[in-house]
């Protein structure tokens, strides 16, 4: 379905993957946003999966796995520059802030520390939809119907579910009654 977000969520941690695709699902649901989420538990296996054609919306990435297996930063450089991707929304997760400043080269999305809580997931998740349907999915709002279209996978269509409040020169932009951004 071209609405669909896609999602990979990249840690060996069992419990780490477990919890971000649980609370990843249920803010996604919340706000009305159909989405699919990959749970892979090696960088390589990410790698291989796009080598196969998968692409991703969004990833959420540790950094460090198991001794003699690719990390993190070397993930992110692959997606950036052997798959050419410039597009997925990269966000990595780490026990260590020290990471953080190797990270801008590959211009990710957040940087979050281990333990994950909910409230870090669901504020990246709006930031990132924010960012996704102003930028990379072409959205704009047509103030005459009031409805906020988005070009995805390469057709400009109308999304039913969200509904949009103007005020002067701003906007808010909901779905399931619950606010996913606003615009000034």
């Known amino acids: 379905m071209d609405s669909m977000v896609k999602v990979a969520v990249c840690d060996d941690e069992k419990n780490t993957t477990d919890y971000l695709k649980l609370a990843l699902a249920g803010i996604f649901d919340g706000l009305g946003v159909e989405n699919e989420i990959d749970v892979f538990y090696l960088g390589s296996d990410l790698c291989r999966a796009m080598e196969a054609g998968m692409r991703y919306d ?6 460090g796995f198991g001794e003699g297996e690719i990390n993190g930063v070397e993930v992110g450089h692959i997606i950036r520059e052997v798959h050419d991707d410039v597009v997925v929304s990269i966000v990595y997760i780490s026990w260590e802030k020290r990471y953080a400043d190797q990270l801008f080269e590959i211009n990710t999305l957040d940087f979050m520390t281990k333990p994950l809580t909910h409230e870090n997931i669901e504020r990246i ?51 399931a009654g619950k606010t996913i951004f606003t615009a000034h």
């Open 125 to 175: 998740v709006k930031r990132f939809l924010k960012i996704a349907f102003a930028t990379r999915w072409g959205g704009g709002v047509n103030l005459f119907t009031k409805k906020i279209t988005s070009r995805m996978s390469h057709r400009l269509k109308t999304l039913p579910i969200w509904k949009l409040a103007i005020a002067k020169s701003s906007f808010t932009c909901t779905t």
């Open 58 to 63: 969004l990833i959420f990435l540790d950094i």
